[in-house]
């Protein structure tokens, strides 16, 4: 396991790989779009109040692996339920894997993705830690590029959300006996949608959770398995009921270093030096994560992945929380053994500056200098 963690890092670090593998791979299914889809249909959506749940689209692309474990060429159906053997892998044994990447729409109306590839390597990676048979890299971008296609008229104006598109790996085939499931499928759909958080901008208050624990080494909170989420829902839950918008989890041997967020990566800033917890097998390497790390350095600042004791937090300058879905969301409070720490929220904080980069780059607005964004064509 350990050195398929120390392959993985070397080809999820690697801006190089990036930028070789084929940006533009279609197969025919891709170059047709369902008969009853119009490009001139537009979504009766309020814009300007997305927030982040689920809205039911149009498509959803759907393909299952032959005995060998090969993928056969997917298909595009209509969004709906699916059909699963009550012995299912993914329902008796939690064999499952999702990921989450989003398209955006610019001012002159082409379509980006952002770094599709990375977030399927990293279903690669989970899916050898999961035993699970995985699409090739070439699959699962086409994937995402025929659903993001094929729901268009669901993908916000510019500036106001993004289309979140949610890849789905599951152990489909029955089994009784624990083992990998003979069958796995995967799936594709997609949803509008604006803020994570209900507070929308607003910097978030973050509870200290000292005795429920996300991951464990040894475990599987490297990877996106779905077994990692259920879990830390009623660390969430008590959470909110008291006020604060999420939960910041501690390792679970000495209780003493900060991991991360139940649905983000955190990073601290003290002074000119940038620092987030090192990924060591308990915490999930996000896309979002890594980007922040490379503007980061871009900007001059040092970047540090190391352990992090709680007891820095009261001394940091700024905290903020990176993801997919959060996008890079300022940390205003976190509360650590009954104690409020509270950081400056200003205009010119350090994680907006990323932010800003960040965007600027996804927007076209800055030059795409590592290949990070996919044109969907």
Not at 338 to 346: A, T
């Amino acid at each position: 396991m350990i050195r398929g963690a120390a392959i993985f890092r070397k080809l999820y670090q690697s801006s190089a790989l990036s930028s070789k593998v084929t940006a533009r791979y279609y197969t025919a299914q891709a170059a047709t779009q369902p008969a009853f889809y119009s490009d001139d249909e537009s979504a009766d959506i309020d814009w300007d109040n997305l927030g982040f749940h689920l809205m039911q689209t149009d498509y959803m692309y759907v393909t299952k692996s032959s005995e060998d474990g090969v993928f056969t060429q997917g298909e595009l159906n209509r969004y709906g339920n699916i059909q699963l053997s009550p012995s299912a892998g993914v329902l008796n044994y939690g064999q499952g894997l999702f990921e989450g990447t989003k398209a955006y729409r610019r001012e002159d109306g082409r379509i980006f993705l952002f770094r599709p590839h990375q977030n399927a390597i990293r279903m690669q990676f989970g899916a050898e830690r999961m035993c699970m048979a995985s699409p090739t890299t070439d699959q699962f971008v086409d994937a995402v590029k025929q659903t993001a296609l094929a729901n268009k008229r669901w993908i916000p104006p510019p500036g106001k959300g993004s289309l979140y598109i949610r890849p789905l790996l599951i152990g489909s085939g029955p089994i009784l006996g624990l083992a990998p499931a003979p069958e796995y499928t995967f799936l594709v759909y997609a949803c509008p949608v604006g803020n994570y958080f209900k507070q929308g901008t607003a910097p978030l208050n973050l509870y200290v959770e000292e005795d429920v624990h996300r991951a464990s080494r040894g475990g599987a909170g490297g990877v996106k398995s779905i077994t990692n989420y259920a879990p830390v829902l009623k660390a969430m839950k008590n959470a909110k009921e008291k006020g604060y918008s999420d939960v910041l989890y501690l390792d679970a041997v000495t209780k003493k270093y900060i991991e991360e967020v139940s649905s983000c990566n955190i990073f601290l800033v003290k002074g000119n030096v940038v620092s987030t917890p090192i990924a060591k097998g308990t915490i999930l390497e996000g896309v979002t994560r890594k980007s922040i790390m490379e503007i980061a350095l871009d900007l001059g600042y040092k970047v540090e992945e190391r352990l992090i004791e709680a007891d820095e937090l009261i001394t940091a300058d700024e905290v903020f929380c990176t993801g997919t879905a959060v996008g890079v969301a300022p940390v205003g409070s976190i509360t650590y053994k009954g104690q409020r720490i509270e950081y400056k929220i200003s205009s010119d904080l350090t994680c907006k500056q990323f932010y800003s980069r960040l965007v600027g780059i996804q927007r076209g607005v800055i030059a795409d200098e590592r290949d990070w964004i996919v044109e969907i064509e």
